[in-house]
């Protein structure tokens, strides 16, 4: 199965930001899928973020992110990422990355605290 390891969390005042990474073990694959950031707040279901298609051209943002967060990749390092910018309160969740409409396996996720 493909391993999804994120990464870059952490704690920051609210305004700040954050560049989040989603390291794919499965070179192979990686470049012909479209792929997505998905958060669950404490007590709450996990929910959609954001979504990029397979070469990158076409990207969808949740409502609540939107002009905030961008969603990125690089197909060459079997990379994704997400930079967070003017983080909220609101925002803190662990973050996870995978595969859509069609998740794979879920990895550990990283942590992302926004202090008020």
């Known amino acids: 199965q493909v391993q999804l390891v994120e990464s870059g969390g952490g704690l920051v005042q609210a305004g700040g930001s954050l560049r989040l990474s989603c390291a794919a073990s499965e070179p192979t694959t990686f470049s012909n899928y479209a792929m997505g950031w998905f958060r669950r707040a404490p007590g709450k279901e996990r929910e959609f973020v954001a979504a990029?298609?397979?070469?990158?051209?076409?990207?969808t943002y949740a409502d609540s992110v939107k002009g905030r967060f961008t969603i990125s990749r690089d197909n060459t390092k079997n990379t994704l990422f997400l930079q967070m910018n003017s983080l909220k309160p609101e925002d803190t969740a662990v973050y996870y990355c995978n595969r859509v409409p069609k998740p794979t396996n879920w990895g550990q996720g990283t942590q992302v605290t926004v202090s008020s």
């Open positions: 990029i298609n397979w070469s990158g051209g076409s990207t």
